[in-house]
């Protein structure tokens, strides 16, 4: 009992000493670099529900049927994943896990906004072991309700597994509603039901009650009710160049956002609140643009200057309340500690 209570005495000493070593932390969904030098245009991501800590991307075009894992501890390439029975990929954009445990790859991408008739998206298995590997996809066409155009973002609903896209324009893209099951049998007729600013990549939140849209100058979130769009609010993205892809963590509690190049950061930002698809996101400021489009918000700009690489103030604030809970409990334990010896001394034991 004695050799119990000095130890925790001594933490709590060494806690208001700010001497206490910090928990060892293996490092996984926080802020890393791609390192692999065939990653040269990562142009989306999506967090592994299977394999924790590790992202799956792609390049942007002139690869080939390639996906990476990339392992967020390290930003090495854990498995490489080439897709069969998919033709040549011309521009793929975005990558999403769906709640069936399947990768939906987009293939949606169109820079001359307009010329293919059709765009294909790729399902396949997330493999369950991590090694190089050879998988058979299944290619569906899609095609748009109101003619081709350009996009960069695909998201699948956690819940429903409905495949969702945003159009990338300069005047405005649109959010497109997939059918409610995709079918290889015919054309995939993707349908316009919200306008959404410039969208480089987007991402559910694990509940599906939470949209965020990123474009070149930062990213917005929107309260989602089947395809029904809240007001845009701004996450605090900050400026990223090259800034094209965003994904949810899978515990939901932060965004990893991605840009292109050669060895790209992937900046970790928390949500404020200890759960980012329950989070209320900071509102923009009032006379601005979205902080997806032309002009960056002044909320956006000014979280992102203390929350891309951390979270910032606000990501904090679930963690802050936990660590004063903390502290509390330990410096009482180290007053009886202090007490119980005290009377041990006098009594003799």
Known sequence: MRASLTALGTAALLLLAGTVPAQADEG???TFTIEDPRITESSGLAASRVHPGVYWTHNDSDDGPYLYA?????GETVATVTMTGVGQPRDVEAISLGPDGNLYVGDIGDNLNGTWDHVWIYRLPEPKVLKDVTVRATQFD?????GARDAE?????PKTGRVWIASKNKAGGGLYEGP???STSGNNVFRRVAEVPWVTDGAFSPDGTRLVLRGYLGADAYTFDDGKLGDPRGVGAGFQGQAESV???????ALMLGSEGERSEVRRLDVKGTNAAQATPEP???GGTSASGGTSSASAGEKGAGGDHGGG???DEGAAGKGGTLLGGLVLIGLVWFVLRSKRRRTGG
């Open 313 to 315: 103030g606000d990501g």
């Open 142 to 146: 899609v095609v748009y309700a109101d």
């Open 153 to 157: 973002a695909l998201m699948v609903h």
């Open 180 to 182: 409610a099951h995709l």
């Open 28 to 30: 996984a969904d926080q």
């Open 247 to 253: 994904t949810y963590t899978a515990d939901g509690t």
């Open 70 to 74: 990339v392992d967020s501890r390290t």
């Open 284 to 286: 923009r400021a009032s």
